[in-house]
Each structure stands twice: as structure tokens, then as C-alpha cells.
DNA sequence: CAGTATCCACATTGATACTG
DNA sequence: CAGTATCAATGTGGATACTG
């Protein structure tokens, strides 16, 4: 939608900057997840939100996607190098938001 | 619209994840500007945009309002305590967005 | 199991015009 | 100068049903 980048912070908020994409590279920072436990690890997403978060930080090489040639289906989500740079910024995030004294579910 | 914070990393995005709010924040790392400065450090922000991405940063506490009784109007904003603790994390995310490789406006 | 396809309600945003 | 009001266009997200 809106191209301009005018400084690096845009760069990298275009990137992760949505609800469900920093919760999913937060939970694979542990390492590869099936798919299905990778979506069960976030309550409150709808299958298609996955799916499309997914798809969206595969196209940016933020995550890996393998599909293993069994039945049933088996498919596997990894974070790529690209992705595992982000590991710092994610770990701020999480223990910012674990710290901020306003702490609280609005 | 979304109530649940099942993780601090969702809590701090939040608060700052949306396309606007970490590049207002970040401009005011420096120190407080007045509104119209601010603003022309945004290019492409509409001034409505401008005006409600700001009110909810102050409604959030994170950034602070303050209205000179003055013709013309002079109003400056500037980071509050909570604000000024998201500084890593800015400077994280803009040096992030600086040194990836795959930088490239789309 | 993993993912796609629709439909549709609702939120977000930009442009424009206007106020104190 | 700083901000509000309004309208229309676009985007986003959830529910449901379906496929390989």
C-alpha cells in the first residue's frame, strides 16, 4: 500500500508492524513449529489471519516454509537467517511490554 | 478491538504497532518539538492522521501535550518517562531497518 | 492436516472544508 | 497555527464452507 520509505524505522515497522506478525516470529524464535502448533501457540487468530501472516513473512524471507511429501500434510515453519537477525528487537518487544509499569488488558 | 494480551510483546504492539506511532515517537527522541515541526518530519502523514496518532500516544502516556496560551497557537509535544523507555527499542528497530541487507523500498 | 475461497461487516484512511 | 468535522473509498478481518 504506501511505498514511501523515508527512514529505516518505516523500513523494518513495514516489515513486522502488524498484530500478528511479531507474536509468530516470537514463537519460532525457539525453533521450527509444525504448523498447526505453531497457530494453536496464539489464541484469537482466525485461520485465515495464519495463513495470510505466514505467506506474508515467507514473501519477505522473515520465515522458512518445508512441506514434508507425507499424508497427512506436514508443513513447518522456521525462521530464515533474515529472520533470526530480528531475534534482539523481538526479545525488546516481549520484555518491554513485560516490564512497562502500565502494564494492563485495557 | 482486540482486549487480549496473551504475551508482553502483544501488549507493547499495542501500543506502538501501527504505521505511525513509532516514526512520531522516534522524531522526539531528540527532544520535544512543536506540532508543526513534527509534523513536516513525517512526510506523507495527513493531518488527520497526524492528529489522532498523537492523541492516542498521549492518551497512552507515552508522549506529552502542552498548550502555550499564545496567538498563534503554539502546541509542543514531547516523550513522557514511559515514552523515553522505548528508546532502545526505536533506535533498535530504525538500526535494524538501516542494516538489513534486504532493504529496498518495494 | 494444511490451506483456499467467499461473503460481508467493520475499521482505517485521505481529501476537503472549516473553526478558534 | 493547531485542530476538528465529514464523507467517501479502501483495507482488514472473521465466519463459514470447501479442497487436496
Not at 511429501?69 to 520484555?95: A, H, T
Request: overall charge positive; some cysteine; proline content about 7%.
Amino acid at each position: 500500500m504506501n511505498s514511501k520509505n523515508f527512514c529505516p524505522l518505516d523500513h523494518t515497522m513495514n516489515l513486522i508492524g502488524t498484530k500478528w506478525k511479531p507474536i509468530v516470529l516470537f514463537h519460532l524464535l525457539e525453533g521450527p513449529l509444525r504448523s498447526g502448533v505453531l497457530q494453536k501457540k496464539i489464541p484469537g487468530i482466525s485461520n485465515k489471519m495464519f495463513t495470510q501472516t505466514v505467506r506474508e513473512l515467507e514473501k519477505d524471507k522473515l520465515v522458512t516454509r518445508v512441506v514434508f511429501p507425507v499424508v497427512p500434510p506436514k508443513v513447518e515453519y522456521d525462521l530464515s537467517d533474515r529472520g533470526k537477525s530480528l531475534k534482539n528487537i523481538l526479545l525488546g518487544l516481549d520484555s518491554w511490554g513485560a516490564t512497562d509499569t502500565y502494564n494492563q488488558t485495557y
